[in-house]
Nanobody
């Protein structure tokens, strides 16, 4: 079992920034493809970003492209999601997810991921 622990959420004004972190205590992060997903109140879980095991390949949802950046520090067993130019519609619970995969692989599909964090809340006020 892989435990994922998110942090970094909070309340921010529109146009502001946050950085979310996802750690894997006791596990080697480099073994896993990482993804970030979000779920707005009353909405379905949606893909945000994914990053390959070595961090060389990334992909983003169109709604966040050029505003959000996914990265990882495998030496620190931590993945990040930097959120810039936040909009009220970015308000959601944000989840990190992990699954094993091959070099260079990324994944936009929530059902493909084996492990999930508990979520961290991001609220953007207008």
């Amino acid at each position: 079992q892989v435990q994922l622990v998110e942090s970094g959420g909070g309340l921010v004004q529109a146009g502001g920034s946050l950085r979310l972190s996802c750690t894997t205590p006791g596990r080697t992060l480099s073994n896993y493809i990482m993804g970030w997903f979000r779920q707005a109140p009353g909405g379905e879980r949606e893909f945000v970003a994914s990053i390959s095991r070595a961090g060389t390949v990334t992909t983003y949802a169109d709604s966040v492209k050029a505003r959000f950046t996914i990265s990882r520090d495998n030496a620190m067993n931590t993945a990040y999601l930097e959120l810039n130019n936040l909009k009220p519609e970015d308000t959601a619970e944000y989840y990190c997810a992990a699954r094993t995969g091959v070099t260079g692989e990324i994944d936009r599909t929530a059902t493909s991921y084996s492990y999930w964090g508990q979520g961290t809340r991001v609220t953007v006020s207008s």
